[in-house]
């Protein structure tokens, strides 16, 4: 069946600099992404979503971009602070599904 | 508001036997779920249930059911635990319409011996 995936389980970044995280999705039918953060131990936590009439979307140092042609999708997280640490997954929704299909997850690494 | 609850947080149990894990959410969402996450993989959908009193399959059913006892409330239940069920459940719930985020609860950590 179709998925959602991710390009790289790891990336470690400097402090300071922007993170980019990648995902694939295959299925040209999906209506609406998501990326959730969940750090060691807790749940899933909302950062940021997009539907698939948009491209872009920004919010508090993070931005979202949607790339409908090639099936991607991507979030970057500005100036990275060690408080993002943790592991990212995006989800994609199927066009008139109740649910959510995740990704495996990356996981992103601070270095001081 | 506590948003999403789970209990317990942590659980040992013997093969063969059976428990419940409660989930209950404050925020008078219609929509619930239970996930399930292993080890180096994404959420995996067990059940969900898009309104009170109504219930459907996901990606990974066998060996559980659940049941919704009302608008706040949706359990899980092993009737038999076996070691392949030793995992990390979520549940998670959402607002129905065209709101389509999911909030999560802390997770109940399960070993099965």
């Known amino acids: 069946g179709e998925s959602v995936g991710l390009h790289l389980p790891t990336l470690s970044v400097q402090e300071g600099d922007n993170s980019i995280i990648n995902c694939a999705y295959s299925?040209?039918?999906?209506?609406?992404f998501i990326w959730y953060k969940q750090e060691s131990g807790k749940g899933p936590q909302f950062i940021i979503d997009?539907?698939?009439?948009?491209d872009k979307r920004q919010g508090q140092r993070v931005t979202v971009l949607l790339n409908k042609t090639v099936k991607h999708l991507s979030l970057q997280i500005a100036a990275t602070q060690p408080g993002d640490s943790a592991v990212y997954f995006c989800?994609?929704?199927?066009?008139?599904?109740?649910?959510?299909?995740f990704g495996q997850g990356t996981r992103l690494t601070i270095n001081p | 508001n506590a948003g999403v609850t789970q209990t317990p947080k942590f659980q040992v149990l013997k093969t063969g036997q059976s428990m419940t894990l409660q989930c209950a959410q404050d925020?008078?969402?219609?929509?619930m779920y239970w996930y399930r996450q292993d080890p180096g993989m994404g959420l995996r959908l067990i059940y969900y249930?898009?309104?009170?009193?109504?219930?459907d399959k996901g990606e990974v059913p066998n060996g559980y059911n659940v049941s919704r006892l009302n608008k706040r409330e949706f359990s899980l239940r092993l009737e038999s635990a076996a070691p392949s069920q030793t995992s990390v459940y979520f549940c998670?719930?959402?607002?129905?319409?065209?709101?389509?985020?999911?909030?999560f609860g802390p997770g109940t950590r399960l070993l099965v011996l």
């Open positions: 998670a719930s959402k607002i129905s319409g065209s709101k389509e985020t999911q909030y």
């Open positions: 299925n040209s039918a999906s209506d609406y």
């Open positions: 997009i539907r698939s009439n948009m």
């Open positions: 989800a994609e929704k199927y066009q008139g599904a109740q649910k959510l299909v």
């Open positions: 925020m008078n969402h219609n929509s």
């Open positions: 249930s898009a309104s009170e009193g109504t219930t």
